[in-house]
Structure formats: C-alpha cells, structure tokens
C-alpha cells in the first residue's frame, strides 16, 4: 500500500512540473519585433532580462510545487503510519481478547474435569471393592458349604459305626450273622462261651454293607485320610472272606480276657503301634483252616520275639520299649491266638477315628 501511495504522488508531481514548464510566456513584455526590423540593445537587454525573470519563477514554483509534493508525501506517509499504529493497536488488543476468551473457554472446560490421579484412585478403589466382595461372597460360599459338608457328614458317618460294632471290645452287638446269639434269637442273655463273635459270614456282611455305604452318599464327603483308613478295614475284611480262612479271634468268654490295656499290649506284640499302621494293615495274612497249628502260627507277620530291637521307632520312644519288655507270656499268647480280632478291631476303630475327627475339625473333602 505504501508503495503504491508513493507512485502516486511521484506521477502528481510530474504532471504538475509539467504543466508549470509549459506555460506560455508573457508576451506584453517581450517587444514586438514586427513592428521594427531592428531591435535596441536597451531592447534586447529587457527582453533578456525578462526571460531570465520568467525562468527565475518558474523554477521557483517548481520548487514550491517539489515542496507541496514532499509535504502532501509527509503527511500521507504520517497518515499511513498512524493508521498502521492504530490498525497494529487494534488488531494487538483483538489478539489479546482472542487469547482471553480462549483461555476462559478452557478454563471453563477444565474446571469440572476430574485431575487424573483422582480417576485413578477411583479405579484402584473400585477393584479393591471388587475383589473385596468377590472374596467375600467366596467367603461366605464356602461357609456355606461347609455347614452343609458338615450336616452332610453328621448324617451319614454315624452309619460307619454302626457297621463296625461287630468288631467291639465291649457287648458286641447280636445278630443273625452271629453265631454267638443264633441260638437264643439275638437275645444277650446266656451266650454260648464257646461261640465266636466274629464270623467268615460277619465280615462278609460287614464289608457289603461298608461299600454301600462307601458308593452312596457318604463316599462322597469322606476326607483322604478316612479314605485311607476305609480300604484298610475293607482289606482285611476281603482277607477275611477268603475260602479256607480260619479266624484268629476270641469265643464269647474270651472277651473278659480283652480290655483296653491287653489290647494295647497285643498290638504292640504284633507291631501295629512301630510301623505304619496302614502298610501293617494290608501285609497282614489270615490263617488257613488246613494249615496245622505250627504252620497257621508261622503266617502270622507279627514281630512276637520281644527281645528284638525295636529298629522303626525313634530312638527317644523309651517308654514303647519298657512296655514290650513288660509284656508277659500269657499277653503274648493272647497276641496270637487273637491276632485277626486285634488287627479287625484296630483298623474298625482307626476308621472311627478319622470320621470323628472329619466333623470335629471340619476338614474339608481333599484333607
């Protein structure tokens, strides 16, 4: 625009000079030349001087009109560059109200947004609350289930005992399987001394109504370790029912001879209490009925000699050493003739055991 402004003027000012220099010239003072064929040196003089008046001003104005111009230049270049201040001003202070608004439409915008690490407290809140309740519903799953695990077994265990009560130390129970109260109808008055107890036939019995027991629901809430303790019993039972067995178990009037320190004494003799009790369960071997006395006596795995050191127990258990040393010879006749019964008995009541400790201790299906 400047540029163009001063093309502008510079052409105006030509054409001004130009104008100037082709003025014409003032003729009134310039002598007449036709009127004399000779003119005066008086003449000539003014005439000269008059051209070089005419010339004089001339140049004077064109100065004057190179004045005007400079001065119209001036104050147009003033002009422009006051409009350029006052155009800059605006257009400073229009920028600057931009920026404001700008800023007040982020702020504005921003105010309400959440900072970024109070989202992320958000988060880790919600998956702590998250994995809180989903603990607590497990928590409460479980609790659940094991109240019912717990009803379950209350329900079904008592019938493991009542299976197992032909092997009892104490009264064992009458029944058509015993050949003790056959005779007398399953009454327990007067029993025949001579009869046995324990029968081929009752732990044939015993064992069938133990794997129904086992196949049905109970077999579904026992615990490994009464799982264990189950196929031991059922193993010897099975032994028991073999063909040509001959239990090794006392008459009626035999079981005055058995209480609670004799039996303990008999399974120390036999070994039972020094090694694993379920490995000792599953290597005993039952008498054959047509094997003499001597040869039926010579199956039995028991360690009898009391005098052989005790090499499976800890050295520190003193005490089960003094007793096989305190052991007398009728204990170790007793540990003999009723090896089966003592073996039958102990693993029945090893079962017990671990089903009363199931619902005691509430141990859960894998324990």
Known sequence: MLARRARLGAT?????????????????????????????????ANSTEALARQKLEAEIAGLELANAK?????EKLRAEVDDLKSNGD??????????????????????????????????????????????????????????????????????????????????????????????????????????????????????????ALYYGPAGAVMTSRSLKRYFALQRLLTGACAQGVTL???????????????????????????????????????ASSSASPATAAATSTAPIDTSAEDTLQPARDSKSKKRRQAIGDETLENARRFEDFVMLQFAASRLR???????????PIKA
């Open 12 to 44: 105006v000012a030509c054409l001004l000079a130009c104008v100037v220099h082709a003025a014409p010239p003032n003729l009134s003072a310039a002598p007449d030349v036709s009127s004399t064929s000779k003119p005066s040196p008086q003449g000539l």
């Open 70 to 74: 400079s001065r119209i230049e001036m």
């Open 90 to 211: 605006s257009k400073s202070a229009l920028e600057k109200a931009k920026l404001k608004a700008e800023k007040s439409k982020i702020d504005a915008e921003t105010r309400d947004v959440v900072p970024w690490w109070m989202g992320m407290a958000g988060i880790a809140a919600a998956a702590i609350a998250g994995y809180l309740g989903l603990t607590q519903n497990a928590r409460e799953r479980l609790q659940a289930f094991d109240a019912m695990l717990l009803e379950k077994r209350l329900e079904v265990y008592p019938d493991f005992f009542r299976e197992t009560a032909p092997f009892a130390v104490f009264f064992p129970p009458p029944g058509q399987d015993n050949q003790a109260f056959a005779s007398i109808g399953g009454e327990r008055s007067s029993p025949d001394p001579s009869a046995k107890f324990i029968s081929t036939e009752v732990c044939r019995s015993a064992g069938d109504r133990l794997r």
């Open 248 to 286: 090794r178990v006392p008459n009626a009037g035999q079981y005055a001879e058995l209480d609670d320190r004799e039996l303990d004494a008999c399974r120390t003799v036999l070994g039972i209490q020094q090694k694993n009790e379920i490995d000792r369960c599953y290597e005993h071997r039952f």
């Open 353 to 363: 055991t671990e089903l009363i400790r199931d619902m005691g201790a509430r141990r």
